[in-house]
């Protein structure tokens, strides 16, 4: 289950264009739920130094900058299959003293050895990809044992709120983001064709669960974001 094929060339093409900008429109459209996440993600994932940790799916390095800056030691390496995210992901993570690869790949086959990380993560990028369930499976394989995957995404709610979500994301969505991305063609309107393809909160979790084994989870906004912990 994902996007069909057409549906990620498109998605892709959009997320180009949304690089200069990714962070301030996504604080925009989420009424700052994006950052939170994150956060919240980075607060529970139990990064130390000397850890090994793959960001899939990094977009421009948000989510691994806040990594970076609790690692202090160790190995960071950024996922993600356009070139042009991972050049927004180098210069915002230069300026960290860490030992940091930028990798280009789908994370449904992620091009790194079985058994290599402590943390893997992916924010706000499982729901672009064509097949999910391949995707946790390859994260699941780069895990060491008793590593940690912490998945973070947008899910359509389970409690009668997923009208009012749908309704945000196919009409809000375009309005808001048009305050700071004034262009023609507005890329965050991709965001409703992936919403629409996306999980439920227990659907991410028994997705999660085919794989390896749930810790907890976190479920935001009327369950429109949703935070799974699992381990290998």
């Known amino acids: 289950m994902g996007l069909k094929k057409d549906d990620w060339f498109f998605v892709e093409e959009m997320l180009r264009k949304t690089i200069p900008k ?3 429109v996504n604080r925009i459209i989420t009424f700052g739920f ?28 948000i989510l691994s900058e806040m990594i970076a800056e609790r690692m202090q030691e160790g190995r960071l390496f ?5 070139d042009e995210m991972l050049w ?22 992620i091009p790194l050895p079985s058994n290599m ?15 999910r369930d391949r995707a946790i499976a390859e994260m699941k394989r780069v895990l060491k044992r008793g590593g940690r995957l912490m998945l973070l995404d947008i899910t359509r709610p389970e409690n009668g709120f997923d009208a009012i979500v749908s309704i945000h994301m196919k009409y809000i969505v375009p309005l808001l983001s048009s305050i700071a991305y004034r262009k023609r063609e507005n ?40 935070l799974v912990s699992a381990r290998k």
């Not at 939170?36 to 139990?46: D, H, I, Q």
């Not at 950024?78 to 356009?82: E, K, V």
């Not at 210069?91 to 690869?101: A, P, Q, V």
């Open 88 to 109: 927004s992901a180098f210069r915002n993570l230069m300026k960290f003293d860490l030992e940091i690869e930028f990798v280009k790949g789908l994370m449904e086959e």
């Open 22 to 24: 990714y962070e301030l």
């Open 117 to 131: 990380f402590d943390l893997v993560v992916a924010s706000y990028s499982i729901r672009d990809c064509m097949d």
């Open 34 to 61: 994006s950052s939170k996440t994150r956060r919240k993600l980075v607060e529970l994932a139990g990064i130390r130094p000397g850890m090994t940790v793959l960001d899939a799916g990094c977009g421009p390095g």
């Open 78 to 82: 950024l996922l993600d299959p356009l």
């Open 187 to 226: 890329p965050w309107k991709a965001l409703y064709r992936t919403y629409v393809n996306m999980w439920t909160p227990s659907e991410m979790v028994k997705a999660v669960r085919r794989h390896l084994s749930v810790e907890f989870y976190r479920t935001f906004a009327l369950g429109a974001f949703t």
